[in-house]
């Protein structure tokens, strides 16, 4: 007798679904006068943090994408990973010919890898507290005895409130308890649970307080804020190939395309780095402190 066929691909995993729906966005964005006719040309890959959903992450960032393909006129390769750890690793391995990354991971592949700073975004980077509007919180002090949700350890947001924590002296076991979640949202539907006293998101995620409209959520306080999240170019762009892209990337703020580009990702605007401005002593001894 014949049993039921087995399948035997095993079941899939959350986590490796979300891996294999981030793979899913390497789907080459082509010049629109590109020829079929033409010879195959490598694509540009860019990489993007998973600060969101792989999926949203693909909606938001193919325009981009595409408007790059044209000013470097060969397909460009849009990225991410379903997980810090996983970007990571695909920085540190090169996978990645430009990349948007928070200035902690820069530091983290800045000394092992040849990657180069090109442009930031506008707005500094600070960790925002957010809590219910009736409870009274005006700083990491109020804090004492009770959790904070932050996202995931290799978040910029998760790192920033860390470092204040130490500084304030109230990371020990008589202070304030980080709760990690894998997403900005899980971290304010702990708040709305009462699972955590408040959440810490980045400035630019607090469009999605009005996702919760049955409790009342506003922003407390803010971390110490840091230069921004930025992109970087690998050196074997050469300096032709990365100078080209930071003056694409610093002219979108003066041309409509450009505007609507950041509009779409609620950005003020991308301004050029300053020397020094991310000098990896200085992020590596704030990690290490």
Excluded at 195 to 218: D, H, I, M, N, W
Aim: charge should be positive; proline fraction near 8%; aromatic fraction near 6%.
């Amino acid at each position: 007798m014949i049993g039921p066929a087995r399948n035997p691909r095993p079941a899939l995993t959350r986590r490796r679904l979300l891996d294999r729906l981030a793979l899913g966005l390497g789907a080459a964005a082509v010049p629109r006068h590109a020829s079929s006719d033409l010879p195959t040309i490598a694509p540009l890959t860019f990489g993007v943090f998973p600060y969101l959903p792989a999926l949203e992450i693909g909606r938001q960032f193919g325009p981009m994408a595409t408007a790059l393909a044209r000013v470097v006129e060969r397909p460009v390769s849009l990225q991410t990973k379903g997980g810090f750890p996983a970007f990571l690793a695909a920085l540190l391995e090169a996978r990645y010919d430009v990349a948007l990354l928070h200035p902690f991971l820069y530091a983290d592949v800045a000394a092992i890898q040849d990657y180069r700073p090109l442009a930031r975004l506008q707005e500094d980077l600070a960790g925002v507290i957010v809590g219910p509007a009736a409870q009274h919180i005006a700083g990491f002090a109020d804090l004492r005895g009770q959790t904070i949700a932050v996202p995931p350890a290799l978040s910029a947001v998760a790192k920033l409130v860390a470092l204040e924590l130490q500084r304030l002296g109230l990371d020990g076991p008589d202070g304030v308890t980080l709760a990690h979640y894998r997403t900005k949202t899980a971290c304010l539907h702990a708040v709305v649970a009462g699972r955590t006293s408040v959440c810490a998101l980045p400035g630019f995620a607090l469009g999605q307080l009005a996702k919760f409209p049955s409790v009342a959520l506003e922003a407390k306080f803010e971390t110490t804020a840091i230069p921004g999240i930025l992109f970087v170019g690998h050196g074997r762009l050469r300096e032709a190939g990365l100078r080209q892209l930071e003056r694409t990337l610093i002219s979108w703020n003066a041309s409509a395309e450009g505007r609507r580009l950041l509009a779409r990702l609620g950005w003020r605007g991308i301004v050029p780095i300053v020397p020094g401005e991310y000098d990896t002593a200085d992020l590596r001894q704030a990690l290490d402190r």
